[in-house]
C-alpha cells in the first residue's frame, strides 16, 4: 500500500496467486473513500481465434481445448455444439450422455481443484493448500481423492486425463463398453461420500457478511441440472437461443485489462458461473444435491459470493451423482458419432464450463474451413461482476488493515476462480472503449 | 505406454501448441522405446492433482519441464526435489494455477512424494500458443532423453 500526500493511497497485488493466469489487484481509495477497484489482468493476449482462421472444422475440439488447461473439455463441448449448428448435425441418445458424462468429470476436477487447493485457504488463513495441508492433510487429501476421481472419468471416456483426445465432431472417435466404466463408476461412488462431507465442511466456513444484487445468467434445459446445452436465462426475463446471443451480450475492451469485459445490452454487468446455475436451476438438482446443500445451510437464493466455495462443493456432489447416474443407464452405441458432411454455414454453441457459460461461434466455408470464430469464455464474462464486488468489499472493509484489506479483496476475486488464460485470447479491440 | 505397476516413471510435462513449453514433452516422445524395462513414461499437461498421481506409489520419478529461470534457452539443470524444495528461481514457470514446485511440495505434505523425485529442467523463452521451439531449445531434446537414462539407470 502506498500514501499520496493529496489524501490517495494504492493497494496493489502485483502478482495474484491461486488464479489460473496472470492477474493484478488495484485497489485505488481518496480521502478513505475507495475510488477505483480493479482485477487487471496483463498476461498477453493469445489471438486462439485469429489462429483458428483456415483450420478444418474437425480440428476445433483439439486446437481449442488447449487454452485452458483446466476446462479443455468445455471448450471442445461448446465448440463442438456450434460446429454441429452449423453443419445440421445433432447428437442425441447415449452418445449426448456420453458427452454429459465426460462433462462431470471435467466440473469435478475443477471445482474441486479451485475448492481444495485454490479457495479453502482463504477461509482458513493460510498462504496456499501446501501450507493449509500441513494442519489440515485430511482435507487435501479428501480434495486429492475428489479430483482423481473426475481425473479417471476423464480419461476412461477422453482418452486422456487432461486434453481428452476421444471428443470429435459428431460424438467420439470410440465409445468406451460397459465394462471399461465399472472400475470408474467404484471411484465416483467413494468420492460422493467424500463430497456430502465436504458440502457440510464448506457449510461450517466463516463468509464475510456480503451480497451483491446483480444479473443471475445460466443455461437452463427443462427436467436437468445445466451441463451441456439448454437456453440462455437470467433471472431478469433474458431467454434466448444460442445464435441470439451476440444481440444481448456486448464485449468491450477495457484500459485496464487484456481481456474484454461482457456486459448485458442496456443492463450493464452480469454473473455466470455456479452461483447463477444454482440459483436459476436449484430444483434440478439430484435430491442428494439438494439435501446436501439445504444441510450445509444454503440458501436456495444464495447472493453472497463467498459462498460459492459451497455452491461448487454442491456441484462437486451433483456431478458426481450425475455420473453415476449416467453410468448405470449408459447403453454403448451403435456408432461413435453421427457423420458429419463439410458445408457452408455459421453455428452457435454454449455449454456450462466449470466457471460458467462457455460461448462459440463459427462461420465456415463449402470445404467446412473456418472463416471467423469468436470464443466467450465465463471470466470475460464476470468481469465486469468482479470489479463491481471488488468495489463493494473495499467499501465495506475499508476500515480494516492493510493486509486484511489486500486479501479481503484477494478472496473475493477468488470467489470466482478467473481463469485468466481462457479470457485473454480477444482477436480486436475494436468494441466501445469506457 | 504408462503403468501402474512400474516402480519408476519418467513423466514429461508441456503443452505442444506453445513453443519452448513443449521441451518435457518432446524429451518424452525421444525416450519411446528407450528406457529400461518396466520404467513408465508418461506425457504430461502439468496439471497438479494429476501430475502427483502419476508419480505417487513409484520409487523413482524423473519429471523433465520447461523452466523460466533466465538462463540461456536450452540450459539443462537437474535437481533432486526428494527431501528440499526447487530453487526459488525454477519455482515459477507454470502459467497454471499450480506449479511444478507447488505440485511436488503439496505432495510432500500429504505423504504423495516418491523416495526419489528428480526434476530435469529445459531453460525456454518462447511459451506463446502455436510457436514452435526455439532452435536451441530443439537441441537440447536429444542430450535431455540421454541425461534422463543417464539418471534412471543410476537411481533405478
Redesign the interface.
Known amino acids: 500500500m502506498s500514501a499520496g500526500a493529496d489524501g490517495e493511497r494504492t493497494i496493489r497485488t502485483d502478482y495474484l496467486a491461486?488464479?489460473?493466469?496472470?492477474g493484478s489487484l488495484y485497489v485505488r481509495l481518496r480521502d478513505g473513500e475507495v475510488v477505483d477497484a480493479k482485477l487487471k489482468i496483463f498476461?498477453?493476449p493469445?489471438?486462439?481465434e485469429a489462429?483458428l482462421r483456415g483450420r478444418s472444422f474437425d480440428e476445433v475440439p483439439d486446437?481449442t481445448a488447449?487454452?485452458c488447461?483446466?476446462c479443455p473439455v468445455a471448450y471442445q463441448m461448446s465448440s463442438c455444439r456450434a460446429m454441429e449448428d452449423a453443419l445440421g448435425v445433432e447428437v442425441g441418445g447415449p452418445l449426448r450422455d456420453l458427452r454429459r458424462l465426460i462433462y462431470c468429470g471435467e466440473w469435478i476436477?475443477s471445482h474441486?481443484?479451485h475448492v481444495f487447493?485454490?479457495h479453502a485457504p482463504d477461509f482458513l488463513g493460510y498462504d496456499?493448500?501446501?501450507d493449509m495441508?500441513?494442519d489440515h492433510?485430511e482435507v487435501?487429501?479428501d480434495g486429492?481423492q475428489m479430483?482423481?476421481a473426475g481425473?479417471e472419468l476423464i480419461r476412461v471416456v477422453g482418452g486422456r486425463?487432461?486434453?481428452p483426445i476421444n471428443v470429435r465432431v459428431g460424438g467420439f472417435y470410440r465409445a468406451p463398453d460397459k465394462r471399461e466404466l465399472a472400475p470408474v463408476r467404484e471411484q465416483l461412488l467413494r468420492a460422493r461420500e467424500l463430497a456430502r462431507a465436504a458440502v457440510a465442511w464448506t457449510g461450517t466456513l466463516d463468509f464475510p457478511d456480503f451480497e451483491r444484487d446483480v444479473e443471475l445468467v445460466s443455461l437452463r434445459e427443462p427436467g436437468e441440472y445445466p451441463i451441456d446445452r439448454g437456453r440462455l436465462v437470467s433471472n431478469r426475463g433474458l431467454d434466448i437461443a444460442p445464435a441470439e446471443f451476440e444481440d444481448h451480450v456486448v464485449e468491450e475492451h477495457v484500459a485496464h485489462s487484456n481481456a474484454l469485459h461482457s456486459r448485458m445490452r442496456e443492463r450493464g454487468a452480469y454473473l455466470a458461473g455456479p452461483m447463477a446455475r444454482y440459483e436459476l436451476n436449484f430444483g434440478e438438482l439430484s435430491p442428494l444435491a439438494r439435501d446436501a446443500a439445504r444441510e450445509a445451510g444454503l440458501d436456495e437464493t444464495s447472493r453472497n459470493p463467498f459462498k460459492s466455495i459451497v455452491v461448487r462443493a454442491v456441484e462437486i456432489l451433483y456431478a458426481l451423482d450425475e455420473a453415476v447416474r449416467l453410468i448405470d443407464g449408459y447403453e454403448v452405441p451403435d456408432r461413435p458419432a453421427e457423420d458429419v458432411v463439410p458445408r457452408a454455414g455459421v453455428g452457435h454453441g454454449w455449454t456450462e464450463a466449470p466457471r460458467g457459460m462457455l460461448y462459440h461461434a463459427y462461420e465456415l466455408d463449402a470445404d467446412g474451413k473456418i472463416v471467423t470464430a469468436k470464443i466467450v469464455p465465463p471470466t470475460s464474462q464476470n468481469q465486469k461482476s468482479i470489479d463491481e464486488d471488488l468495489l463493494g468489499v473495499v467499501r465495506q472493509t475499508i476500515s480494516a488493515g492493510e493486509e486484511e484489506l489486500r486479501l479481503r479483496c484477494e478472496q473475493a476475486i477468488r470467489n470466482y476462480d478467473p481463469c485468466i488464460?481462457c479470457a485473454t485470447h480477444f482477436l480486436r479491440i475494436d468494441v466501445e472503449h469506457v | 505406454m504408462s503403468s501402474t505397476s512400474s516402480a519408476a516413471v519418467v513423466i514429461g510435462i508441456g503443452n505442444s501448441w506453445a513453443g519452448d513449453d513443449a521441451a518435457g514433452v518432446l524429451v518424452a516422445r525421444a525416450l519411446r522405446g528407450n528406457l529400461p524395462e518396466g520404467v513408465a513414461l508418461v506425457e504430461h499437461e502439468g496439471e497438479p492433482t494429476a501430475l502427483i498421481d502419476a508419480w505417487a506409489g513409484k520409487k523413482l520419478a524423473v519429471v523433465v519441464d520447461a523452466t523460466r529461470a533466465g538462463t540461456p534457452p536450452g540450459t539443462l539443470r537437474c535437481f533432486d526435489a526428494s527431501s528440499a524444495p526447487l530453487p526459488a528461481a525454477y519455482a515459477g514457470a507454470s502459467t497454471h494455477a499450480f506449479t511444478l514446485a507447488q505440485a511436488i511440495e503439496l505432495a510432500r505434505g500429504v505423504g504423495r512424494l516418491p523416495p526419489r523425485l528428480l526434476v530435469l529442467g529445459i531453460e525456454g523463452a518462447v511459451f506463446e500458443a502455436g510457436a514452435e521451439p526455439l532452435p536451441a531449445v530443439a537441441g537440447a531434446i536429444e542430450p535431455a532423453a540421454r541425461k534422463v537414462v543417464d539418471l534412471v539407470r543410476t537411481y533405478y
Open positions: 491461486r488464479v489460473e493466469g496472470e498476461e498477453p493469445r489471438f486462439f489462429f486446437i488447449r487454452i488447461g483446466i476436477e474441486g481443484l487447493m485454490l496456499s493448500a501446501i495441508a500441513k492433510r487435501v487429501q486429492l479430483k482423481k481425473n486425463e487432461v486434453h488464460s
